[in-house]
């Protein structure tokens, strides 16, 4: 099984004396043993097997083996969301007095987590912006353990040059941490490229229907069971039922991506030239500053489009309001297109400085392309535009 869209499909767990054909939900807290020694043995991890949800479950085993196969990755973890998969493995890796580098657009949370949090356990951060790659260097310190970048960037869709990244980690000893969420493994495998560990919030395009929160850390062995243990006591363990779903979805990943990319392209090259907007980022038309990079690192360009609308925030959210099919939250990577205006929402705690430095404009509007049929999603967009 060498294609992705196969292993997807293809590899779940053992099946059990009823020989199901559809891999079940193991909704269970623990599993039983057959005697003392047997109990012992697992507790003192002699035995490998299932012990209690919290630590792992068929289920989530079952999507940590497809996550691994589709990233190239030698292991993997599960959490309850992205963002508890981002914490903790952050915060098993770190120790007091490490340092962070990391892009400067990055998820708002994570953001909190370096400015807020961090300091209080004297763990300290930097950030560089990733289409100046000639002065990442510049910040690492001998302090600096990780490296950690998401790519492509949320919500300006820059590209960061991950095998240059992974070089550089290799060159100073440093962990490389890719987010690859907006991507996916479908699209790209930031491992191939020198990346040590790869985070996904597997409630978007993993999961892609709006419907279970998850997360997932994979690749190398040594650096996972790190992880691992640090997950395994604090206790954010994603549910069986949640890691039932997203394994079910990654069987239908491939076909979904393809329409989301082909429905995102063809939305980009129409609103390139429409009058009422300033700019179009999508990391597959030639006119993105790093269009060869991403098509060097990605088959495809993703579900996420950006549009600067002339007229800054008043028509940014006169935009919104305007909007009648398309849905107005939180999320991306759903089947359903959805529409957000970081500048007055996600990001309307920064300054007009910050905003800029992670390249969102108080034009900006951020477009998760879903499956609906392109024309309806494009006069959607449209007719909204025209009434900004």
């Given at each position: 099984?060498?294609?992705?869209?196969?292993q997807?499909?293809?590899?779940?767990?053992?099946?059990?004396?009823h020989?199901?054909?559809?891999?079940?939900?193991?909704?269970?807290s623990?599993?039983?043993?057959?005697?003392?020694?047997e109990m012992?043995?697992s507790?003192?991890?002699?035995?490998?097997?299932?012990?209690?949800?919290?630590?792992t479950?068929?289920?989530?085993?079952?999507?940590?083996?497809?996550?691994?196969?589709?990233?190239?990755?030698?292991?993997?973890?599960?959490?309850a969301?992205?963002?508890?998969a981002?914490?903790?493995?952050?915060?098993s890796?770190l120790?007091?007095?490490?340092h962070?580098?990391s892009?400067?657009?990055?998820f708002?949370?994570?953001?909190?987590?370096?400015?807020?949090?961090?300091?209080?356990?004297?763990?300290?951060?930097?950030?560089?912006?990733v289409t100046?790659?000639?002065e990442?260097?510049?910040?690492?310190?001998?302090?600096?353990?990780i490296?950690?970048?998401?790519?492509?960037?949320?919500?300006?869709?820059?590209?960061?040059?991950?095998e240059?990244?992974?070089?550089?980690?290799?060159?100073?000893n440093?962990i490389?941490i890719?987010d690859?969420?907006?991507?996916?493994?479908?699209?790209q495998?930031?491992?191939?490229?020198?990346?040590?560990l790869?985070?996904?919030?597997?409630?978007k395009?993993?999961?892609?229907?709006?419907?279970?929160?998850?997360?997932?850390?994979?690749?190398?062995?040594?650096?996972?069971?790190?992880?691992?243990?640090?997950a395994?006591?604090?206790?954010?363990?994603?549910?069986?039922?949640?890691?039932?779903?997203?394994?079910?979805?990654?069987?239908t990943?491939?076909?979904?991506?393809?329409?989301?990319?082909?429905?995102?392209?063809?939305l980009a090259?129409?609103?390139?030239?429409?009058?009422?907007?300033?700019?179009?980022?999508?990391?597959?038309?030639?006119?993105?500053?790093?269009?060869?990079l991403?098509?060097?690192?990605?088959?495809?360009?993703g579900?996420?489009?950006?549009?600067?609308?002339?007229?800054g925030?008043?028509?940014?959210?006169?935009?919104?309001?305007?909007?009648?099919m398309?849905?107005?939250?939180?999320?991306?990577?759903?089947?359903?297109?959805?529409?957000?205006?970081?500048?007055?929402?996600t990001?309307?705690?920064?300054?007009a400085q910050?905003?800029?430095?992670?390249?969102?404009s108080?034009?900006?509007?951020?477009?998760s392309?879903?499956?609906?049929?392109i024309?309806?999603?494009?006069?959607?967009?449209i007719?909204?535009?025209?009434?900004?």
């Amino acid at each position: 099984m060498n294609h992705p869209e196969t292993q997807a499909i293809r590899t779940q767990t053992q099946r059990s004396a009823h020989q199901e054909h559809s891999a079940p939900v193991y909704l269970t807290s623990s599993f039983v043993f057959d005697d003392a020694e047997e109990m012992r043995a697992s507790f003192a991890e002699e035995k490998q097997r299932n012990i209690y949800s919290r630590y792992t479950n068929p289920n989530c085993a079952e999507l940590v083996e497809k996550m691994c196969l589709l990233e190239g990755a030698q292991a993997g973890t599960t959490f309850a969301t992205g963002m508890s998969a981002i914490f903790s493995t952050f915060a098993s890796l770190l120790d007091n007095g490490d340092h962070v580098l990391s892009a400067r657009a990055i998820f708002g949370n994570t953001h909190t987590l370096f400015t807020n949090f961090f300091p209080k356990w004297n763990i300290s951060h930097s950030y560089f912006d990733v289409t100046k790659p000639e002065e990442i260097e510049d910040f690492i310190t001998p302090k600096t353990k990780i490296l950690y970048v998401e790519s492509p960037t949320n919500p300006a869709t820059d590209i960061a040059d991950l095998e240059l990244l992974g070089a550089l980690s290799r060159k100073h000893n440093l962990i490389f941490i890719v987010d690859n969420c907006f991507a996916t493994p479908y699209l790209q495998q930031p491992i191939k490229f020198g990346a040590d560990l790869v985070i996904h919030s597997a409630t978007k395009l993993l999961d892609g229907q709006g419907r279970v929160m998850g997360g997932i850390t994979v690749g190398n062995e040594e650096l996972i069971d790190q992880i691992y243990r640090f997950a395994r006591v604090t206790g954010p363990a994603l549910s069986p039922y949640n890691a039932w779903t997203i394994s079910k979805s990654l069987e239908t990943l491939a076909v979904r991506v393809d329409r989301h990319c082909e429905n995102a392209k063809n939305l980009a090259l129409v609103l390139e030239y429409h009058p009422k907007i300033l700019k179009v980022r999508y990391p597959f038309l030639s006119s993105h500053p790093q269009y060869e990079l991403a098509r060097k690192q990605m088959s495809q360009g993703g579900n996420i489009v950006t549009i600067e609308i002339k007229g800054g925030l008043e028509s940014g959210r006169n935009f919104l309001n305007a909007i009648q099919m398309c849905s107005l939250t939180a999320n991306l990577g759903d089947t359903r297109t959805i529409v957000s205006h970081p500048a007055s929402t996600t990001h309307g705690k920064l300054t007009a400085q910050e905003r800029a430095e992670v390249g969102i404009s108080d034009g900006l509007i951020r477009i998760s392309i879903g499956l609906e049929h392109i024309e309806d999603i494009k006069n959607d967009i449209i007719q909204a535009l025209n009434k900004t």
